[in-house]
Nanobody
Framework: QVHLVESGGGLVQAGGSLGLSCAAVGRSFSANAMGWYRQAPGKQRELVATITSGGSTNYEDSVKGRFTISRDNAKNTVYLQMNGLKAEDTGVYYC?????????????WGQGTQVTVSS
């Protein structure tokens, strides 16, 4: 059993910063990839950023240069530092962890945290 617990969402003015964290608790594991999706009102869920166990990162084009994803493998925790926030960044942010070597290669999801950027 693995549960992902998110924290750090909230309300921020445009141009401000916010940091999200997501900690995996329960059974010990090493995730092959962890990252963040978001879903804005009336929009599809989209991948924001991902990081592999080796430290390789990928970002959605719209957040490059503003968001930074990082990972603490010892703590099974992934972070998302968001700077220069825009109204378009508003949405519910979900973290995930993918474990390829477990049966079924499961993906676990956080409960979601609301990020609201006011213009």
């Amino acid at each position: 059993q693995v549960h992902l617990v998110e924290s750090g969402g909230g309300l921020v003015q445009a141009g401000g910063s916010l940091g999200l964290s997501c900690a995996a608790v329960g059974r010990s594991f090493s995730a092959n990839a962890m990252g963040w999706y978001r879903q804005a009102p009336g929009k599809q869920r989209e991948l924001v950023a991902t990081i592999t166990s080796g430290g390789s990162t990928n970002y959605e084009d719209s957040v490059k240069g503003r968001f930074t994803i990082s990972r603490d493998n010892a703590k099974n925790t992934v972070y998302l530092q968001m700077n220069g926030l825009k109204a378009e960044d508003t949405g519910v942010y979900y973290c995930y962890a993918w474990i390829s070597y477990w049966p079924g290669s499961p993906t676990y999801w956080g409960q979601g945290t609301q990020v609201t950027v006011s213009s």
